[in-house]
């Protein structure tokens, strides 16, 4: 059961990168300790340009899609915060309690923070049909 301890920490570390836009080789090192192989597996979503920023306009809300690792290639709609649609997020974080968030999440969080991330817009209305399906 990952703590609040672990939490806080990497909530320290995400605005720290978010206020740089940048990620130290430290804080790298901080956040592997912390999430293991789904940042390793985040991070090459990110480095294959996965992570697409559904912007409404004119509201400015936003959800993102992320590419998963299998070969089905499937696009997972995530909160980076507080929400993914993949199975992980359901069986390791909400039933079990083992992670923070699952690879999509973090994958969202970090390319969102150091702008790597493929934004697309579109009207609010669109974004609420697709925030009516999750």
Known sequence: MMSTTSALVAEKV???IQSTHSVS???LSILHFLFGKN???????????GVKRILGEPS??????VVGESKRKEEYLCFAQHYCGCHSF??????RGEQLCCKHQL???LASSLGACIDVNMSDHDLALILSRL
């Open 14 to 16: 995400w605005k720290d």
């Open 25 to 27: 080789d430290e804080q």
């Open 39 to 49: 940042l390793e597996r985040a991070t090459r979503i990110i480095d294959q340009r």
């Open 60 to 65: 400015g809300r936003s959800i993102f899609q």
């Open 90 to 95: 359901f069986y390791d974080i909400v039933n």
């Open 107 to 109: 994958a969202a969080r």
